[in-house]
């Protein structure tokens, strides 16, 4: 069973930045490509971006693309999503997420995943 930990979430102003970082146990993290998904009042869980267990293939939603990178230290188990040039649109409970193999099919897909994290709040103010 794998945990994982968000943390780094918070609130700022637009334009400004924030960095999460998730932090696994419970499991060789090599074993697992991460994700970080994004949640909304009164919306749907979605996909922001996507790396595989070398980081060879990295993933980002178009409406994130050029402002939020995903990084990760297989040493430290944990995984980043640098945000920047953040939005008020960009507000939503955080949720980073943990899929089992080294494959890098369909990681924008939340059925992907076997395991999520308790999710952090990021408040972007205007």
């Known amino acids: 069973q794998v945990q994982l930990v968000e943390s780094g979430g918070g609130m700022v102003q637009a334009g400004g930045s924030l960095r999460l970082s998730c932090t696994a146990s419970?499991?060789?993290?090599?074993?697992?490509?991460m994700g970080w998904f994004r949640q909304a009042p009164g919306k749907e869980r979605e996909f922001v971006a996507a790396?595989?267990?070398?980081?060879?293939?990295?993933y980002y939603a178009d409406s994130v693309k050029g402002r939020f990178t995903i990084s990760r230290d297989n040493a430290k188990n944990t995984v980043y999503l640098q945000m920047s040039s953040l939005k008020p649109e960009d507000t939503a409970v955080y949720y980073c997420?943990?899929?089992?193999?080294?494959?890098?099919?369909?990681?924008?897909?939340?059925?992907?995943?076997?395991?999520w994290g308790q999710g952090t709040q990021v408040t972007v103010s205007s």
């Open positions: 997420a943990a899929a089992f193999g080294r494959n890098s099919f369909n990681l924008q897909s939340n059925g992907k995943y076997d395991y």
């Open positions: 419970g499991g060789t993290f090599t074993n697992y490509a």
């Open positions: 790396i595989s267990w070398r980081s060879l293939n990295i």
